[in-house]
């Protein structure tokens, strides 16, 4: 498991704590003991085989299985095993690492292994315990908990908007530039009704930092969550748009694979980040 997370011997050796010959040793009996190779060594590295891989995942799935075990009857005391997170790349280092870290701090046996990235993840195929998301959540067979509220705005800079003027309704959002991160629609309020819009633009990204840096140099307007466009909004470099027209509340998800039961390290997790969002 250790080889496989850490793609070679000698990093998996640095994780463990161990000499590399031990890990080798470990590795050339197990593939002894299945009569199969698990690893492909070459110069440039290792990479798991076919069968590496498929045994990597199965046995992945019963570590999991017995960290439930365990956690299911002795609930109590520090957790143990590892949980593997995926959050965004545009919040997670600013708004979710410090409540990682006190985790970890809180339990020392537990390991933690946090990507971040905008891109939307597979968590099932990709082998992720649980993922933190953040906005509208589409229909899926995730199972999802809400940890906290997540508001934003259209904004854009006072140069895009005595270029381009003001936009006065929804509508004639589509004769602007809009600043997005792929093809997706954006949500406005009317009154009691919910207004999709769907905005063209030239300029596209998978992260919401660089959004707004193009919405700062005057590209156009984006859709953006407050707590990037605060400072923005506070300095004049950016002015809201369209504030009749508010978007709906959104909100911050932990989402994690269906299953009998929530793994006791995902539903310490969301805890957490409920205190975290609930606080000041």
Known sequence: MEVADAKGISAAARRLGISKSIVSRRLARLEAELGVQLLARSTRGAALTEAGALFSEHAARVCAELDIAEETIRPEGDLRGRLRIAAPLSFGPTHLARVIADMARRHPRLHLDTSYSDRFVDLIAEGFDCAIRFGYLPNSNLLARRV???????????????????????????????????????????????VSIHPRGRFKADNGTALVAAAVAGLGIAYLPDALTKAHLASGALVPVLTDYPPPQAGVYVVRPPGQHSSRKVRVLTEMLIECFEGP
């Open 148 to 194: 906290g509220p997540l508001f934003g705005q259209l904004v854009a800079s006072p140069d895009y908007i005595a270029s381009h003027g003001q936009p006065e309704t929804p509508c004639e959002l589509v004769d602007h530039e809009a600043l997005m991160q792929g093809t997706e629609a954006w949500l406005l309020t009317d009154g009691d009704e919910t």
